[in-house]
C-alpha cells in the first residue's frame, strides 16, 4: 500500500491553520497514525487510528478520514510546530510511511 | 516511565554484519509486539520488521529480506535485529518502537554507517 503526502514542504506562519493530506493507494480503513519529527530525534506519535489524539498532545492537531483519504490539521501554529509531518498506514504489512510533510516558518 | 534504548551501531564495511539490540524498560515488553524503522540520511521513514509476542510471527521489508533477522527475549526485555551482507544503501539510524496498532514510544536511534 503507497501512501501520497502533500504537500511534500509547506511554508506558514505562527498562528496559521495548515492542513496536509495523506492518500492510500487502497483502503486502509481507518489504521493511520500521524508523526512529527523533529531534526535529529526519533518520531513522536501525535494521532492514531485516523482521529485519535495521543494523550498528551495539544489539542490543536487534529485527523479526519477513513478508506483512502485522510488529513492532519493543525488549528493555530505555534512555534514548536516546524517539523516534518508523516502519515502511516496499519491496515496491512509493509506499514509503509508517506514521504513526508516539511514545514517551514514563513 | 516507559523507555527504548537502542544500542549496537556503527561503521561497518560493505557485506559485513551488525548485530543491533534495543532495551526496553517501563512496561511489560512479552506482552507487546515490536517492530524496526530505519531512515537514511536526510530520507524518509521505512519500516523493516516486526516480531510478535512469542516471537512465532515474523516480518520483513522485500529490501532486507533474506539479510536481515529479528529476534527478541523477553526474559531480558531486549529486541533485537542481526544485520548481514550489509549493503551501502541500509546506512540509517535505526529505531525500535512498540507497535501495532500505532508506533509508540521509539527509541533515540543507532546509526549504522556501511562504507568502504
Known amino acids: 500500500i503507497q501512501l501520497t503526502q502533500s504537500p511534500s514542504s509547506l511554508s506558514a506562519s505562527v498562528g496559521d491553520r495548515v492542513t496536509i493530506t495523506c492518500r492510500a493507494s487502497?483502503?486502509?480503513?481507518?489504521?493511520l497514525a500521524w508523526y512529527q519529527q523533529k531534526p535529529g530525534k526519533a518520531p513522536k506519535l501525535l494521532i492514531h487510528t485516523a482521529s485519535t489524539l495521543q494523550s498528551g498532545v495539544p489539542a490543536r492537531f487534529s485527523g479526519s478520514g477513513s478508506g483512502t483519504d485522510f488529513t492532519l490539521t493543525i488549528s493555530s501554529l505555534q512555534p514548536e510546530d516546524f517539523a516534518t509531518y508523516y502519515c502511516q498506514q496499519l491496515n496491512s504489512y509493509p506499514y509503509t510511511f508517506g514521504q513526508g510533510t516539511k514545514l517551514e516558518i514563513k | 516511565e516507559v523507555q527504548l534504548v537502542e544500542s549496537g551501531g556503527g561503521l561497518v564495511q560493505p557485506g559485513g554484519s551488525l548485530r543491533l539490540s534495543c532495551a526496553a524498560s517501563?512496561?511489560?515488553?512479552?506482552?507487546?509486539?515490536m517492530n524496526w524503522v530505519r531512515q537514511a540520511p536526510g530520507k524518509g521513514l521505512e519500516w523493516v520488521s516486526y516480531i510478535s509476542l512469542s516471537g512465532d510471527a515474523i516480518y520483513y521489508a522485500d529490501s532486507v529480506k533474506g539479510r536481515f533477522t529479528i529476534s527478541r527475549d523477553n526474559a531480558k526485555n531486549s529486541l533485537y535485529l542481526q544485520m548481514n551482507s550489509l549493503r551501502v544503501e541500509d546506512t540509517a539510524v535505526y529505531y525500535c518502537?512498540?507497535?501495532?496498532?500505532?508506533?509508540?514510544?521509539w527509541g533515540q536511534g543507532t546509526l549504522v554507517t556501511v562504507s568502504s
Open positions: 517501563g512496561f511489560t515488553f512479552s506482552t507487546y509486539t
Open positions: 487502497q483502503g486502509i480503513s481507518s489504521f
Open positions: 518502537t512498540r507497535g501495532p496498532p500505532f508506533f509508540d514510544p
